[in-house]
Every structure is written in structure tokens, then in C-alpha cells.
């Protein structure tokens, strides 16, 4: 299965998945090609059936959340932030 993933700098970048694959699998994929190591702070998004956006779950199948053929395009986004005084040293 192909992803197309809008990254930050606004270059889209494919991702080959099996057609099995979860949506951790595919963030997993996206954080790696970009260095990040806290996952937690980040997801990705997708269009629904009627527009609307939505948060992919990583514990479910792509294909069961994603309508449509593949390429799936999705976007590469931060889900929280942290102030920088709030974080621990």
C-alpha cells in the first residue's frame, strides 16, 4: 500500500506499507525518515468522507480508516506542545 505524506516543509513524501499495516507503522516510518524520536507528540491527519479532518489511530488498520484507493494521502502534524518551562530536565 502507498502512503503520500505531506511533511512540515511541505515536500510529500511516499511510503511503501504492507496492506495490513497499522497507522503506528506508518508514523513510526514518517518519525524515522525525520530523526524524531518522541513519537508521542505528533500524528497525522486525514480527510474524511465528508471533509472533515480527521486524526489517524495508530492501533487500527490504515485501509479501515482511510476511504478510497491507495495512495492514502495523509499530513504529518504536532499533536501536542510543550512549553519549554514545563519541560523536566
Known sequence: M???V???DSVVTEFK???KARGQE???AVCKRLGIIELDYFGL???GPK???LWLNTRNRIRRQISGASPYRLQFRVKFFVQPQYLLQ
Open 6 to 8: 505531506s511533511l512540515p
Open 17 to 19: 506499507l504492507r496492506e
Open 2 to 4: 502507498l502512503c503520500h
Open 51 to 53: 471533509s472533515e479532518v
Open 45 to 47: 491527519q486525514f480527510c
Open 26 to 28: 506508518l508514523l513510526q
